[in-house]
């Protein structure tokens, strides 16, 4: 049997692939019976002494590929009828040789490939389809389908959410469906599933909220809003953040605004922002935004400040609340 198991959903993604390698029974046996193989440096000899392999003292064994099958997609940039020219010869050579191969691959191996693409224009597409095979695209929830998903894994734990907490929790961690079963995990041990996850819970205990009040804070600060900034400050305070943490997230975010506003100079869209600071959309976006409040030199000011106040914290020479009162103000002030 031949698996392809493609999309940007890897949590539920690996998820199937737990399920299949539990129907191989007991553990202890299970893993001489698995094999993984790089689909980077993937040779059709390699493939087949995996699967060829006879399962030991079991009645399956799965050959799980990486990687390999994404490698034929094709490029966003070729010609659409230019073929497998663009293509290396070695790579076609492994291509035709693994494609002789798959009808041969013994019903006693579940052959797996995890793959990030998989479409109809892949040269591997009609020949995996016409051998015995489980193909399915996972692909990651967004927007209402999102929020769904986030109900949906609420309950069947046991608990309850109410839908403004839901909507938070997709807004702020986004369709990282690995970071949000974690998140959901912190909130239902939080309620104790006496009572639905609220929106204060969410605001309470998910990071990445929290960082929407960091977000807060700056805004105050680019508009010399220094009391408004204090007071926002001292409402994580009251939630039981640390000061220092305070200070490494707003460090954080101007590192962030600095890097978002000298990409933005030099003329990057969105996307490209989001690739190389490998950050959220949403926090892309905020950055950008508040890069607009603040001049080069301004920014590259306050950074130097936040270092000096960081630096004479950790050497002592400041308690951590009281600096952080004096520089939100001072920072506030800086022009």
Request: with cysteine; hydrophobic share 45%.
């Amino acid at each position: 049997m031949i698996y392809v198991l493609y999309g940007d959903d890897d949590y539920t993604r690996d998820q199937q692939v737990a399920r299949l390698k539990a129907r191989l029974g007991d553990p202890a046996t299970a893993s001489m019976n698995i094999t993984v193989l790089d689909g980077d440096r993937l040779t059709v000899g390699a493939l087949q002494e995996s699967c060829d392999a006879m399962p030991f003292l079991a009645e399956r064994r799965l050959v799980i590929v990486r990687n390999f099958l994404s490698r034929y997609e094709p490029r966003k940039d070729a010609v659409a009828d230019s073929g497998d020219a663009a293509r290396p010869r070695r790579d076609r050579d492994l291509e035709e040789a693994v494609k002789a191969y798959l009808p041969n691959v013994p019903e006693s191996t579940g052959l797996i490939f995890l793959e990030e693409r998989f479409s109809e224009q892949n040269p591997f597409w009609a020949a995996i389809n016409s051998t015995k095979k489980f193909v399915k695209c996972y692909a990651a929830p967004r927007g209402a389908d999102l929020q769904a998903w986030i109900r949906q894994r609420v309950t069947e734990s046991g608990g309850q959410i109410m839908p403004a907490a839901a909507n938070l929790l997709a807004t702020f961690v986004g369709e990282n469906l690995r970071q949000l079963d974690l998140e959901i995990d912190k909130l239902l041990s939080y309620t104790g599933g006496k009572r639905a996850i609220q929106e204060e819970d969410v605001q309470a205990l998910v990071t990445q909220v929290k960082e929407a009040t960091i977000f807060q804070v700056v805004d105050a600060i680019a508009t010399h809003g220094g009391k408004r900034a204090i007071g926002l400050f001292h409402t994580l305070l009251d939630e039981g953040t640390s000061p220092i943490y305070v200070l490494a997230m707003i460090t954080r975010q101007f590192r962030i605004i600095l890097q978002v506003k000298e990409m933005v100079a030099a003329g990057a869209t969105q996307g490209e922002m989001q690739s190389r600071l490998h950050l959220h959309a949403y926090v892309v976006s905020k950055a950008a935004d508040q890069a607009r409040n603040f001049t080069l030199q301004r920014l590259e000011a306050i950074y130097r400040r936040l270092a000096e106040v960081d630096a004479g914290i950790k050497r002592g020479r400041m308690e951590p609340e009281l600096a952080l009162d004096l520089l939100v103000v001072e920072l506030a002030g800086i022009t």
